[in-house]
């Protein structure tokens, strides 16, 4: 067992590797596997080993470092890296910054540790904007894992819950639990209790209920890629959740980085919404629980509409209300 929980860290020089924390054996083992193929990081990723919008990005990034040691060229690399998972935005980010370091011929190992670093700074600074939202005792909930195991370190939604918690506010967190993958039971709920914040666990279909019985003042998410007129798209289950806090005049806010933004996009009808494998439903870890030979849908993520979200968090600051012209001024200014 490592004996500082780091998501993700790149070991030695430019013939070095990565390590990251096998999140799919998370909460019951804290294991950390090593990648030292181009392959290992694809599949990492393509598996969830390694998850959350941020977390994929400085990953491919180190990726390509790893790729480039078997003499393959850039171009096969990035590209190869880019068909692990098609939602997150931050992948495709990382990426074309680590070509863009190519054609310029900067370092690219100093390239990914600086998308590894700069994300931790965004991270905090997230946490620092996103805290003054919250006053003492208040009850949130948040959908999925935008904590530390989804970022460098320290998280996006969840990092607002740990700078309220530095700033001495007690909050208690509803953390839905995700299916089907469940990451907020198992890696919320993890990181919440690591820290010692109150948590409550609840099926995604109980949080109309919570709501109804006024339990939650504030609804704080984290994101896979955000369109210019602030259309969102996050884990399977998001959607709802807006829906819900809107009917019982909760905020709901969204927690990202500016690396989480895609301007090319023009709403969120445009976003490639990832599609997985049906046994994660049928055969949720490894137990059958659905009849041989069901049909089944399985999107692993949804597109909550601008109207819904009151505000975005972002490093430099919060952008409300959620408009192109808004958004515009935030992203393109940073
Ligand atoms: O399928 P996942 O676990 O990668 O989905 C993750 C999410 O939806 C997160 O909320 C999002 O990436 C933001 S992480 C800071």
Redesign the pocket.
């Given at each position: 067992m490592p004996n500082k929980v780091e998501t993700l860290r790149w070991l030695g020089d430019e013939n070095g590797h990565l390590v990251l924390i096998d999140q799919t054996r998370l909460p019951m083992e804290l294991v950390e596997i090593e990648c030292r193929t181009v392959e290992s990081v694809w599949e990492a990723i393509k598996q969830?080993r390694v998850?959350?919008?941020?977390a994929?990005g400085i990953s491919a990034a180190y990726g390509v470092i790893v790729g480039l040691q078997s003499g393959r060229p850039l171009e096969e690399i990035t590209a190869y890296l880019a068909s692990s998972r098609p939602t997150?935005v931050n992948l495709f980010w990382a990426l074309e910054r680590m070509k863009k370091a190519a054609l310029e011929k900067r370092n690219l190992l100093a390239e990914a540790r600086a998308i590894h670093e700069e994300d931790r700074a965004m991270c905090h600074a997230i946490g620092r904007y996103g805290a003054e939202l919250l006053a003492n005792n208040t009850g949130v909930l948040t959908h999925?894992?935008?904590g530390g195991l989804?970022?460098a370190e320290y998280?996006?939604?969840l990092s607002v819950f740990f700078t309220a918690q530095d700033q001495g506010k007690q909050l208690h967190v509803f953390v839905d639990e995700t299916r089907p993958?469940l990451?907020g039971a198992r890696l919320t709920a993890w990181e919440l209790a690591q820290r010692g914040i109150k948590a409550t666990l609840i099926c995604d279909n109980m949080a109309a209920q919570v709501m109804r019985e006024g339990k939650v003042q504030a609804v704080i998410?984290?994101?896979?890629r955000i369109t210019a007129n602030g259309d969102t798209a996050?884990?399977i289950g998001t959607y709802s959740v807006a829906v819900l806090a809107q009917a019982h005049q909760i905020p709901f806010y969204v927690a990202?980085p500016t690396s989480t933004f895609d301007l090319s996009l023009e709403s969120g009808d445009l976003i490639p919404i990832e599609q997985r494998s049906s046994t994660e439903i049928t055969h949720g870890f490894g137990k059958q629980t659905a009849p041989e030979g069901i049909d089944v849908y399985n999107p692993?993520?949804d597109v909550t509409p601008a109207r819904l979200i009151k505000g975005i968090i972002t490093e430099h600051g919060i952008i409300e209300p959620v408009t192109k012209a808004t958004i515009a001024a935030m992203v393109q200014s940073s």
């Open positions: 969830l998850r959350g919008a941020p994929i997150a999925c894992n935008a989804a970022t998280g996006t939604a993958l990451q998410v984290g994101a896979d996050n884990k990202a692993a993520f």
